[in-house]
């Protein structure tokens, strides 16, 4: 399978604790996108890195979230201290063109903190 | 206000029927237009995407953009139960980094 890919599907936690979650792009891809979708709305935009370089960020993702793009393949999206508000689809995206046109995108992460 | 509206539907049909999908925008900004498709619990799967005013169409969908209404429209013929999911526009500016999305459109096509 030559898409997207993120890991873990599922993950539940208690409150306070840490999670990361990981995604691989497609390849050649070397545009990276992070976006949380909460029920019945559409994914809202977090964070994007061209290559290993973070160019931007959303005033979304406080600093209990950090991510991560090593040597510019895969990338890591951690969130300290987890809130219940946190519950949300966590999404990865990468594209060849600017802005994230024509981005694709995985499976997402579903978080659930109780 | 947000900056992309969509109309949460649901939106039923019968099968056969053409699906018309809408979503208005207030700055002119945004240059780029796509559509996804949303199947409950997965990830959005890109289905259009046009930078140009007029129309844009591939096998069953057809996407029309009309930049001085702000106004952009997806058709779906010959819809099919399988057509059944959630519809999101994703628009983004020129010089920008990012997709913003509107809230999407549940769309139920009935056999």
């Known amino acids: 399978d030559t898409g997207v890919s993120q890991n873990p599907r599922h993950k539940i936690t208690k409150r306070g604790q840490n999670v990361t979650f990981r995604c691989d792009p497609i390849?050649?891809?070397?545009?990276l996108y992070w976006y949380r979708q909460t029920l019945g709305q559409g994914p809202e935009f977090l964070t994007y890195?061209?290559?290993?370089?973070?160019?931007?960020k959303s005033r979304l993702l406080s600093d209990r979230f950090s991510a991560e793009r090593p040597k510019g393949s895969f990338s890591t999206l951690e969130i300290q201290r987890t809130e219940q508000g946190d519950s949300a689809m966590y999404l990865c995206?990468?594209?060849?063109?600017?802005?994230?046109?024509?981005?694709?995108f995985g499976q997402g992460t579903r978080l659930t903190v109780v | 206000q947000k900056e992309v509206e969509q109309d949460p539907g649901p939106l039923s049909v019968p099968e056969g029927a053409i699906v018309s999908l809408n979503c208005t925008y207030s700055?002119?900004?945004?240059?780029?237009f796509m559509w996804y498709r949303q199947y409950s619990r997965k990830g959005p799967e890109l289905l259009m995407y046009t930078y140009s005013s007029g129309n844009k169409e591939d096998g069953r969908f057809t996407a029309q953009v009309d930049k001085s209404s702000k106004y952009i429209s997806l058709f779906i013929r010959d819809s099919q139960p399988s057509d059944s999911a959630t519809y999101l526009c994703a628009l983004h500016k020129a010089a920008g980094n990012k997709l913003t999305f509107g809230g999407g459109t549940r769309v139920l096509v009935k056999p």
């Open positions: 995206a990468s594209s060849l063109k600017s802005g994230g046109t024509e981005a694709f």
């Open positions: 700055n002119s900004a945004f240059q780029y």
């Open positions: 890195f061209q290559n290993e370089a973070q160019l931007e």
């Open positions: 390849s050649e891809h070397n545009r």
